[in-house]
């Protein structure tokens, strides 16, 4: 995976942490107590986020449905699957069916848990983020009738090692935090391939949901076309987990870094102006093809910082999808169902 350092495109920024880590000496966390994670996250950001949330979620979450609801003009942010075409044949103007969400939704976590999700530059790792998001999230919609499972991804198997059924209720939600906070993968593993957890959650997920797929993204390439494939059957959200010296690397002079997913590893001399400015630009131009990835699959993205609180990057999130969806009922039109 070092070969962006003489010249490819693969993977810039995943080394990063691990010559942090030989300049700090990471170490194993100790085990999280499931019950006070949840307690400190019920305090902090659960009751932030239960008042942003209150009234009609469904604009956030969309569920399944049935009824149909109304027929309206086609608009540029519609679905072309909900086209009606009997309708537009009429009109001469494309329409789009409406359905009545049910109340009840099913939301799916997709956690990948390779060795690079371990890091963190200060006290909260990407792992951490990980687990308080989907503690957070899963007591919310719990709490509004809504069940959460998850399918866990390691890199120790060429496919998602752990899958949990949805369920409802807060010690569902103390299990799932437990099993993403102390699922541990192997000392060295290969290479993440997030297409296996995608493709897994296609051919497992039957009723479509709300699905959350948690990641660095610091994976092999090939993984888009099944995200497209995923978010035209389900409601995506990539919730995208970042550390601030992952994009720029500091001045530490000569290390050695070592890959924690295979355990190949290189010398560098990190005080080398030119050689920084190589790996910024590298993550740079990551950062603009993950975006136009997401982009072009129809994806929204939540960036998850360790060096930010929780509640603030959910609150800014939450906001711009009801912004969203307020604009999208402003645009259309409803008429009669004919």
């Known amino acids: 995976m070092f070969g962006w350092l003489k010249g490819s495109r693969r993977r810039p920024a995943a080394a990063t942490a691990h010559a942090l880590d030989a300049a700090g000496g990471a170490q194993a966390p100790p085990r999280i107590d499931p019950e006070n994670l949840l307690r400190r996250l019920e305090w902090k950001t659960v009751r932030v986020l239960d008042g942003l949330l209150q009234g009609d979620y469904r604009t956030l979450f969309r569920g399944d449905g049935m009824a149909l609801a109304e027929l309206r003009e086609y608009q540029p942010h519609d679905d072309v699957r909900h086209i009606d075409w009997n309708a537009t044949a009429r ?198 093809a993950l975006r136009a990835a997401l982009a072009s699959a129809g994806v929204d993205c939540l960036e998850l910082r360790t060096d930010s609180t929780l509640a603030d990057a959910l609150t800014h999130f939450i906001a711009l999808r009801k912004r969203r969806s307020q604009l999208a009922a402003g645009t259309a039109r409803p008429t009669r169902a004919a």
């Open 91 to 288: 009109m001469q103007v494309p329409y789009v069916r409406e359905h009545q969400e049910d109340r009840d939704m099913s939301a799916w976590f997709l956690v990948d848990l390779s060795r690079s999700v371990s890091f963190g530059s200060g006290q909260t790792s990407k792992r951490m983020l990980a687990t308080e998001f989907i503690g957070a999230m899963a007591r919310i919609l719990g709490r509004r009738g809504n069940r959460a499972g998850a399918m866990i991804y390691t890199g120790s198997l060429a496919h998602a090692e752990r899958h949990i059924p949805p369920r409802a209720g807060r010690q569902h939600v103390l299990h799932l935090i437990d099993r993403v906070a102390n699922t541990r993968a192997d000392e060295h593993t290969r290479e993440t391939d997030l297409r296996a957890l995608l493709d897994d959650a296609m051919g497992s997920i039957k009723r479509r949901s709300t699905v959350f797929v948690i990641s660095d993204f610091f994976t092999v390439e090939g993984w888009e076309p099944s995200l497209a494939r995923l978010a035209r059957r389900h409601d995506v959200v990539a919730i995208r987990l970042t550390d601030p010296l992952e994009t720029q690397l500091p001045d530490l002079g000569l290390v050695t870094i070592e890959d924690a997913e295979t355990g190949e590893q290189v010398f560098i001399d990190s005080h080398d102006q030119a050689f920084r400015r190589r790996f910024e630009q590298m993550s740079v131009a990551r950062e603009t």
